[in-house]
């Protein structure tokens, strides 16, 4: 780790110098615009510059999604996590009460900004339409760029955080508190941070501007399989012409393409030219790079040529970061930055490619704040990844990578974030350090069924190999944080925090389903096919079947039952006040006494009201009722996109098989490791933001729920 270690050599601060600010500029992607940005460059590129500090406080927060507290503790007192134990001892190791509902873009908004869900509307994942009742993926809004004549840019995209509430970073640094910012979910787009430094961590997505799509390419794929996946994959035959396959690699969609298509498909009485005109433009939606992959039989290696490199593979071997350059016309190009691994180039040739992530030095849009603070950390420490959404989960999901890959990737994807805290640290310009590591809520998702031998997916040769998985990861971030501790000036305090914890995920349950056969949802005609998270962002088709006039309630996301509410959803049925307070109090009942068919055992521990547990200005987005889980069930992912398939509980059969997403919030509390005592025995993650500005003496708004912990 050391080893990859670069002292801040940066002497002009966080301003950008003369050479970084021309190549910054050289590198905008829409040259049409650069003479209009580079106005608004400057002046916020040096407003971070502010090297000495008035605190003489020092705060570190490092946050591990989704680290269990009785993980920790068990592995604690069985001696696997010394460097915890030793913070343990200075100021205790707590249950840190998690929000409605237990997910990562809630509970991390809770954490920034001090509040409850209501104040700052990130409840879930995804967000419905209330007009189309379509689901979207949350924390974010997007805005196309426009262009002149189907050509010229006129407009960069925007992309707009849906979350409210203000950050503890905006508000310590009004104050003239110096911040660093790494890759702490829902902080996407970057926010402007006075006398701060911030990169950018989930929603930020692939270049395909999803939450990861990787490609798979094989000899032994067939026709039926060639497609997308349910979750992010991208799948291709290889035909092979003597030992030579042509193929191409999806990039991002084409703005200028979806500009036109658009259009078009608002005209009103569209003509067979109209048609043809749709369909042409369609088919070159995506961006797409010719891939050539040559196979060396012999050797059993291979070659794949793109975008002019030719890049040699071998089996197992992850190859170095490939740059990529989509051209989405002679004026604009979109560079990304992928990794290949050739999984077998035996009696059949398998190649993966990673999703395209964003180059720290060229992203689409901002990715840090400042902006040109990404590429900064790129000319230090040279590729990083820059997606969200950092580990290889989906192809390991989808059967295209095994438990080997995945944790030799997921091990790549903790080091990176590790060393962009580390060069943080150091750099020493800083009064409160924030760094998130998600890897350990991933390690838990995928591999939690190698620790328990009840659940379906549970594989006694695999668990001899794997099943210590999730404890070496702990472990993994136990030696970071001594790491880290060696790096901090004594004084320093330290907080170690998660957003939540953890359960097996046994069942699925199809909500939606449930709601039918309860008549509160009513369908008609043939079953839909399956969702697939690809419909969420190329215009999939959602609720087919539904009979909105005659449905009250639906279920999507993570737990979350809405009613379909007049005034609100454009085909709203149920009125509110009465109405519907009558409805959340007779399904609540019903959800209640829900049982698995297969034994009798109660599947729902409690179901929340909307009224009961929210408060604030954007109390109208949440959903009338959120489903908390017993241990073993969550909702299925048909139910998370809206799907209502046959039957109500079924194994899970898939290797995600950890989860904390619509289980009861009251098991479901994430960690908190104090360097010294605190002052309550349930601390809360809304308590973060109240406790770090009363640390550096600010007042604490009247707005937060949480309260200082110090
Ligand atoms: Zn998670």
Avoid at 7 to 16: F, K, V
Avoid at 93 to 113: C, N, V
Wanted: net charge negative.
């Amino acid at each position: 780790m050391k080893g990859t270690m670069i002292g801040d050599r940066h002497p002009s601060g966080r301003c950008l110098s003369p050479d970084l600010l021309g190549r910054h500029l050289m590198n905008m992607r829409f040259v049409a615009v650069t003479v209009l940005a580079a106005a608004s460059v400057l002046p916020i590129a040096c407003r971070g510059g502010d090297p000495e500090s008035r605190y003489s406080q020092k705060l570190v927060i490092i946050g591990f999604d989704g680290m269990d507290p009785d993980l920790v503790r068990q592995w604690i007192d069985q001696g696997r996590l010394p460097t915890f134990k030793k913070l343990a001892d200075q100021g205790g190791l707590h249950p840190l009460q998690t929000t409605h509902s237990p997910e990562s873009p809630t509970a991390w908004a809770s954490f920034a900004t001090g509040v409850n869900a209501g104040k700052h509307n990130i409840y879930d994942f995804l967000v419905r339409d209330t007009d189309t009742y379509f689901p979207d993926l949350g924390m974010v809004r997007r805005e196309p760029p426009k262009f002149l004549f189907n050509y010229i840019p006129t407009s960069r995209p925007k992309i707009i955080s849906t979350r409210g509430g203000t950050s503890f970073w905006v508000t310590a640094g009004a104050a003239g508190v110096r911040s660093s910012i790494l890759t702490v979910p829902v902080t996407f787009p970057p926010e402007e941070v006075l006398h701060g430094e911030l990169l950018s961590g989930l929603p930020l997505p692939d270049i395909r501007g999803t939450m990861g799509t990787f490609s798979f390419y094989a000899t032994d794929l067939s026709r039926y399989e060639e497609g997308s996946t349910e979750m992010g994959g991208i799948l291709r035959r290889l035909v092979m012409d003597g030992d030579v396959a042509t193929t191409e690699l999806v990039g991002p969609p084409n703005p200028v393409i979806r500009q036109q298509l658009q259009a078009l498909r608002a005209k009103s009485g569209i003509d067979d030219q109209d048609r043809k005109k749709i369909a042409e433009l369609e088919s070159q939606e995506d961006v797409r790079l010719p891939l050539t992959v040559r196979w060396n039989r012999g050797a059993k290696t291979a070659t794949v040529d793109v975008d002019g490199q030719t890049i040699a593979l071998e089996p197992g071997k992850t190859s170095r970061w490939i740059d990529l350059e989509f051209r989405i016309n002679f004026l604009i190009r979109i560079h990304g930055m992928a990794q290949m691994l050739l999984m077998n180039a035996d009696s059949e040739l398998q190649l993966y490619i990673s999703p395209v992530n964003w180059k720290p030095d060229h992203p689409p849009v901002p990715m840090s704040y400042p902006e040109s603070f990404a590429g900064e950390l790129f000319d230090r420490l040279g590729y990083y990844r820059t997606l969200g959404w950092a580990e290889a989960t989906w192809p390991l999901n989808e059967g295209r990578m095994n438990e080997d890959q995945f944790m030799e990737d997921l091990y790549k994807a903790f080091d990176d974030r590790a060393q962009v805290i580390l060069n943080r640290i150091d750099a020493r310009k800083w009064d409160v350090l924030v760094g998130v590591i998600e890897s350990t809520d991933r390690v838990q998702h995928m591999m939690w069924r190698l620790t328990d031998p009840k659940h379906p997916m549970y594989d006694a040769a695999l668990a001899a190999r794997h099943g210590d998985a999730i404890e070496r990861l702990y472990r993994r971030a136990d030696t970071f944080v001594a790491e880290l501790l060696e790096h901090l000036e004594p004084g320093t305090q330290l907080m170690i925090v998660s957003d939540h914890g953890f359960h097996s995920w046994r069942k699925a349950v199809n909500l939606n389903t449930w709601l039918v056969q309860q008549g509160y949802m009513v369908v008609q005609g043939q079953q839909p096919a399956e969702k697939k998270l690809e419909d969420l962002f190329g215009g999939g088709e959602f609720w087919e079947n539904v009979d909105w006039s005659r449905t009250r309630a639906y279920a999507m996301g993570l737990g979350q039952v809405y009613f379909n509410l007049r005034g609100r959803e454009s085909r709203g049925i149920v009125s509110p006040g009465a109405e519907s307070a009558a409805l959340a109090d007779e399904i609540s009942a019903k959800l209640l006494t829900l049982a698995d068919p297969a034994d009798g055992t109660r599947i729902i521990r409690n179901v929340y009201k909307r009224d009961d547990v929210y408060r604030g200005e954007f109390i109208g987005n949440a959903a009338e009722l959120q489903v908390g889980m017993e241990e073993g069930y969550r909702v299925s992912w048909q139910t998370t996109l809206g799907g209502s398939p046959q039957g109500i509980v079924y194994d899970n059969m898939k290797k995600w098989s950890g989860d904390h997403g619509g289980y009861d919030f009251a098991t479901t509390a994430g960690a908190l490791i104090a360097s010294k005592p605190i002052n309550t025995k349930e601390p809360s993650i809304m308590d973060i933001a109240p406790t770090v500005l009363k640390y550096f003496g600010l007042p604490v708004p009247n707005t937060y729920d949480g309260k200082s912990l110090w």
